[in-house]
């Protein structure tokens, strides 16, 4: 599932990371609020979309499936994004991606019946 937060706060990483990388260390602190309260479930079934160097040549999209702590573990490479090197003190942020919106429309559309599809008491929606 994924998961939203209108009060994620920004931060640095405050170590670089090579392109295989799957754990990132945020700056001192700055886990919980760069999480926005949120509480990802274990075992990768929750989700959070962050991007590295944000609005630079080196963006990347990663997806957050774990935090412990200033550490979290990503999947790295997504929304049409590149696996690549990122230095100490490169950007963090929580984003909504063009991946998030068609996750969220794929869920509605799975779960909204279609116009002129029967319900269970036999009239149309």
Known sequence: M???????????????????????????GTGSSFMGGITLAPGNVDQFTAALDVDTQNEEIVFVTGRSGDVLTVVRGQAGTTNISHTAGASIKHVLTSNDLIYFNNAIQSTVAQPGTPTIDGGTP
């Open 2 to 28: 994924r998961q939203y937060s209108s009060t994620s706060v920004a931060t640095t990483l405050s170590a670089g990371i090579n392109d295989v990388a799957t754990t990132i260390t945020l700056a001192t």
